[in-house]
């Protein structure tokens, strides 16, 4: 059984294209909705900046190691960013097991039901049904397995 608090999608501007919560935290205002949007990608951002100016200067650029992710007592955080900037993100329980391949379904349900989908404007909230429902089943197979 894997549980899943929170799902996020950025993209490289840092909007919030997509937020799904699990964990029964769903009764937030949505002033505290977008704080915690923009806290999350800050986060994200933050991290990333971080680890790269750590990282040694001798190793090329695609040596460096990306951030997969990171854990606290409470949580924690998986973290995939594509080559085009999109960025996913998976909050779980801290014993969870490593959720790289979430993500790239996740990533691949993106391009699948949102990318090809002539309907869509690139850059704005996703709604569309056909991926939300996608996510919404593999949410709960993951949790079922």
Sequence with gaps: MTTIYTIYVYNREGTCLFLRKYNGDSKQNPKEIEIEKKNMFGTLFTLKTFVNAITPKTMDEWEKEPISYF???????????????????????????????????????????????????????????????????????????
């Excluded at 080559?83 to 699948?112: E, H, Q």
């Excluded at 039901?113 to 993951?142: A, M």
Aim: with cysteine.
């Design 71 to 145: 854990q606290t007592s409470q949580y924690q955080l998986h973290y995939l960013e594509t080559a085009s900037g999109l960025r996913f993100a998976v909050s779980t329980p801290p014993d969870a097991p490593n959720m790289g391949r979430v993500l790239n379904r996740l990533y691949k349900l993106y391009v699948d039901y949102v990318v090809r989908n002539p309907c869509y404007t690139l850059g704005s909230e996703i709604v569309l049904p056909g991926f939300v429902q996608r996510v919404e089943t593999y949410v709960k197979e993951l949790r079922n397995k």
